[in-house]
């Protein structure tokens, strides 16, 4: 009977090591089965879950996902026109101050370089304004006394072609609810200016074409692909009426007081005016 029962606890440990052995190979298999099915150890991927999510997760996760940015240049210039209408300021000091009032035709060669021709129209009515330094002298003149002839130059239009550069492109929120875009730009060029002019004697005026040089620079805003708001300054530098100087060149004055001066040079005679406009510019 003993031999019996050693017997029967022997078999006993034995089935239950088969069946331990059984459930171990089961268990090995399904796990390398899944491994196989998930790519292998060496995919990248081993520690991402199976089923419909997986490709998600991986555009997810991955550096190389596709990630929607802002162009780098929403509005484009090359190859368009534009026409647009502008108004400003500028001052002739010390007698007058001016609102010209004019229009501009522009063609962009390229996204940064352009052509534009503008001109401006100064000669008339509210458009010519007195200071009141010329207040005060008219209040205040004697006799005889006439502005015109004693003054400076009078401006009554200018047109200039200028070649305009737009290096720098922007965009900055509008109150965290529009995107707005503009780019900076730079303009130099030449023209003419139409002035009345004092003759040599100040005893009457003349009107003058005269050429200048015109440079500057502004911000265009653009509203829409076809509507620019436009923001510049420009200056422009032109021969002025004939003057005269000491030998040492020290005050400039309209006649010869006595002996000692003569006429100025190209240089002293010099003109310059600082002119800010603002206008709108359709483009196509």
Do not use: C
């Amino acid at each position: 009977m003993k031999t019996l029962d050693v017997n029967q606890t022997t078999g006993s440990r034995w089935k239950r090591r088969v069946l331990a052995l059984a459930v171990a190979l089961l268990t090995l298999g399904v796990s390398a089965s899944a491994f196989a099915q998930n790519g292998g150890g060496d995919s990248g991927d081993q520690n991402l879950p199976g089923g419909p999510l997986e490709e998600e997760l991986s555009d997810y996760w991955s550096v190389d996902r596709d990630v929607a940015v802002i162009q780098e240049k929403l509005y484009r210039r090359k190859g368009r026109f534009g026409i647009g209408l502008h108004a400003g300021f500028f001052s002739s000091e010390p007698f007058y101050w001016y609102i010209p009032v004019g229009a501009r035709f522009d063609y962009y060669f390229t996204d940064y370089l352009g052509l534009t021709i503008e001109g401006s129209f100064t000669g008339a009515g509210f458009l010519q304004q007195q200071t009141d330094l010329t207040n005060f002298i008219e209040t205040n003149k004697s006799s005889g006394f006439n502005l015109d002839t004693v003054g400076m130059d009078q401006y009554n239009w200018r047109a200039n072609a200028m070649v305009t550069w737009h290096p720098l492109y922007g965009k900055f929120s509008l109150l965290q609810r529009k995107l707005s875009h503009f780019d900076i730009n730079l303009a130099a060029g030449f023209g003419a200016v139409s002035v009345t002019r004092p003759n040599e004697a100040r005893q009457a005026t003349n009107d003058k074409i005269v050429p200048e040089l015109a440079f500057g620079g502004g911000i265009d805003f653009f509203v829409s692909n076809h509507v620019l708001i436009r923001l510049n300054a420009r200056g422009y530098l032109y021969p002025g009426a004939a003057n005269y100087v000491t030998n040492e060149g020290d005050r400039t004055v309209s006649q010869p007081t006595d002996e000692g001066w003569e006429e100025a040079n190209f240089f002293q005679s010099l003109e310059f005016n600082a002119e800010f406009l603002a206008g709108v510019t359709y483009m196509f």
